[in-house]
């Protein structure tokens, strides 16, 4: 060749010889010469006086190259497994654990992916290994116009697809050629067809496994321009999904200890406000996005035509505080039998906390028994006076009739269990149409913003609308304070006072003398049939006669 041009030389491509003819200076310039990668450097022979002309060398690197392309591939590969730690388990929520292992994936991987769960994984429970219906949880790829199923669709899959397989058998499978896939495409050809012709021509189902259970289908699907799947990919896709397999199960754990807590609350929680001649009350009950606490709240008649409204929240989360709820909630109605100020019952309620407190074993049940708050009130529709005391509770928001709020300075006490100061009661006297709120703080304190703010807030829900009654003032709370899904439990139980007219009230003075007793019982049964009530004439006679009695004795 020597003497030759250089365009001349054999085996050389138009750009390399025109690098070559050029005379331009090149350092490993890669260049194509058949089935070889050159790298190229040519440096001038004339800078310091030499002849005219250039020293080239062309060098064989394509097995450095390969070397060079698996090592970036293994980089690449190191950075996804590292992404995928990092993004995929970021909350306790099956469905977006799932997305989040479609969102890692998807470009990085595979063009589209699909995750699909078995339903009872869905709600908690334990996987059903007999059936193959999976639920497909998340869907995601480089375009939406795929035809692959959509999100949210039931799949029954057939046995010889390789996600019935998977799932039964806890196997992976790589499909490197979709169109030629018979077992695949018997789940449904017709979509097949459409999916082969989109351009997706590989595959691989990897089975989303988890203490020793199969929970559901990963499934990773790439197009044919970017070419199917290789072998040790495979074990690539498993350590994927491997990842995302300890949260997803993580989170199937969460929501079933989430659904019984729930359960749980709800049945110790009343199914409905027993109707009440001195209040009519609305209420709410919110359990948490990330689980349930101890929000509760009651209204209990009382004698006398006198009702108590009372609600409460427990330190905590999870069954425990939802079990800790119940049992004071029972003995707040327990100690309301004895006809209590609200300061008395709040020092009885302590005293039990403490009890329950000293005789936990568990330090982990007994820290959600002390530290509990309450507010417990007393309205009386004669006197229209309503007595509260709190225990390191927030104090209610009162609507007055023209639609004005005010927060009452109500004198605070420490929470349940603490003990070292009383408990002190504070009188109101209430026009009648006034609304009493009373709530938990999750309704008002969240992560964004502070008590102050969320005072605030309130406040503006709930004035200005006189004409609303509690179930409407419920519905306009909820919606001015509160997310789709709050972080804490809430519970806001709103109660209109009435009056009963001086008509409706009845009294006598008694002489001390036995003989008294029966004129009483006379006027009584009168007043009892004057105002429509004639049927309760009897009873009334056997508590008068007891009552008068004994008070004479």
């Known amino acids: ?11 050389l491509e138009p750009e390399t010889a025109a690098l070559l003819a050029s005379g331009r200076e090149a350092t490993d310039e890669v260049h ?19 002849p005219a002309g250039t020293v080239v060398t062309l060098r064989d690197s394509t097995e450095l190259q390969a070397l060079s392309g ?43 992916v699909t995750v699909d769960l078995d339903d009872a ?64 495409q018997a789940q449904d050809p017709e979509r097949a067809g459409r999916i082969v012709d989109y351009g997706i021509n590989s595959l691989i189902t990897a089975p989303i496994r988890a203490r020793g259970a199969v929970l559901g289908v990963a499934n990773f699907w790439r197009s044919k321009e970017h070419g199917p799947f290789e ?42 406000l027993p109707e009440h001649g001195a209040v009519e009350a609305g209420y709410r009950y919110l359990p948490a996005q990330s689980g349930v ?23 905590g989360h999870g069954l425990h505080a939802a079990a800790t709820m119940g049992r004071l909630r029972t003995a707040v109605h327990n100690f309301s039998t004895l006809d209590l100020p609200p300061d008395e019952l709040l020092s009885h309620l302590d005293d039990l906390v403490g009890r329950i407190d000293q005789d936990e074993d568990c ?85 964004h913003r502070d008590l102050d703010e969320g005072m605030e807030l309130l406040r503006r829900a709930l004035a200005g609308h006189p004409e609303r009654d509690p179930e409407e003032h419920c519905r306009a709370v909820l919606g001015a304070l509160l997310p789709a899904r709050p972080c804490d439990d809430v519970a ?29 019982r006379v006027a009584a049964c009168a007043q009892l049939d004057a105002w429509g009530l004639a049927e309760l004439g009897f009873v009334l006679e056997l508590v008068l006669s007891e009552l008068v009695t004994n008070a004479i004795r």
Not at 32 to 50: E, F, H, I, K, S
Not at 74 to 80: Q, V
Not at 293 to 315: E, K, N, Q, T, Y
Request: charged letters at 25%; glycine letters at 10%.
């Open 1 to 11: 060749a020597e003497g030759r041009p250089v365009a001349e030389l054999p085996g």
């Open 32 to 50: 194509l010469a058949g089935g070889l990668l050159l790298a190229v450097n040519q440096r001038p022979t004339d800078r310091d006086g030499g």
């Open 70 to 112: 698996r090592a970036e591939v293994a980089r690449e590969r190191l950075n996804l497994l590292y992404d995928a730690g990092l993004g995929i388990g970021t909350t306790l929520d099956i469905a977006r654990t799932a997305d989040e292992l479609a969102q890692v994936t998807v470009d990085r991987f595979a063009d589209f």
């Open 121 to 184: 994984v869905l709600c908690g429970e334990e996987p059903e290994p007999a059936s193959a219906g999976m639920r497909r949880v998340a869907v995601r790829g480089v375009r939406d116009d795929h035809p692959l199923y959509e999100k949210g669709r039931l799949i029954d899959f057939v046995p010889t697809t390789p996600q019935a397989r998977g799932y039964g058998t806890g196997v992976s499978e790589r499909l490197p050629d979709l169109a030629s896939a018979a077992g695949w």
């Open 231 to 272: 072998e040790e990919e495979l074990s690539l896709a498993e350590e994927l999904v491997a990842r995302a397999a300890v949260s997803i199960d993580n989170a199937r754990r969460f929501t079933r200890e989430h659904a019984l807590a729930v359960t749980l609350q709800r049945s110790l929680l009343p199914r409905a």
């Open 293 to 315: 606490s101890g929000d509760w709240f009651d209204v209990i008649p009382l004698p006398g035509g006198r009702v108590a409204l009372v609600v409460g929240d427990v330190v």
């Open 363 to 447: 330090p982990e049940t007994a820290a959600n028994v002390v530290g509990a708050t309450c507010l417990y009130a007393i309205y009386d529709p004669v006197s229209r006076r309503c007595a509260m005391a709190r225990a390191g509770h927030l104090a209610p928001a009162l609507v007055r009739p023209d639609g004005t709020v005010t927060f009452p300075d109500l004198p605070s006490g420490p929470p349940l269990g603490l003990g070292g100061m009383p408990f002190r009661t504070a009188e109101l006297e209430l026009e009648e149409g006034t609304q009493l709120a009373l709530y938990t703080d999750g309704l008002i304190e969240d992560r």
């Open 492 to 520: 806001l139980l709103v109660a209109r006072t009435r009056a009963l007219p001086p008509e409706r009230i009845a009294d006598w003075d008694v002489p001390p003398d036995p003989a008294a007793v029966a004129g009483i």
